[in-house]
């Protein structure tokens, strides 16, 4: 029979194992995309670049991607708070996430 000791031990462990994000096929081909924008960034790159920031921040896992989410804002020459100061001003507007033309959908996972 296992002690207490021995479960917080296994417990304790799996805790320093870094996890897949379910999204991280779909969103390393948004960052690939981020990445090749060096300057100018639209209305679209600036706002998938802030939800992926919140998305991984704190996640336990994922290093690749929370590295190159840092380059593409050093890139841009932004802050974490400028960015999210234009993305505030650019959901005001209420167009970013709309339905396209072509009947695409937006991906609020």
Request: hydrophobic share 30%.
């Given at each position: 029979?296992?002690?207490?000791?021995?479960?917080?031990?296994?417990?304790?462990?799996?805790?320093?194992?870094d996890?897949?994000?379910?999204?991280?096929?779909?969103?390393?081909?948004?960052?690939?995309?981020l990445?090749?924008?060096?300057?100018?960034?639209?209305?679209?790159?600036?706002?998938?670049?802030?939800?992926?920031?919140?998305?991984?921040?704190?996640f336990?896992?994922?290093?690749?991607?929370?590295?190159?989410l840092?380059?593409?804002?050093?890139?841009?020459?932004?802050?974490?708070?400028?960015?999210?100061?234009?993305?505030?001003?650019?959901?005001?507007?209420?167009?970013?996430?709309?339905?396209t033309?072509?009947?695409?959908?937006?991906?609020?996972?």
């Amino acid at each position: 029979m296992a002690s207490q000791a021995d479960a917080d031990l296994t417990f304790m462990s799996n805790e320093n194992v870094d996890q897949k994000h379910p999204q991280n096929k779909k969103d390393r081909l948004t960052i690939d995309n981020l990445l090749q924008v060096q300057s100018d960034p639209g209305d679209r790159e600036l706002v998938e670049l802030a939800r992926l920031i919140i998305r991984y921040r704190n996640f336990p896992g994922a290093r690749d991607i929370q590295k190159d989410l840092t380059v593409a804002l050093d890139t841009w020459q932004l802050t974490e708070e400028e960015l999210y100061k234009k993305t505030r001003s650019i959901h005001a507007l209420g167009t970013v996430y709309r339905r396209t033309p072509s009947g695409e959908k937006q991906d609020w996972t």
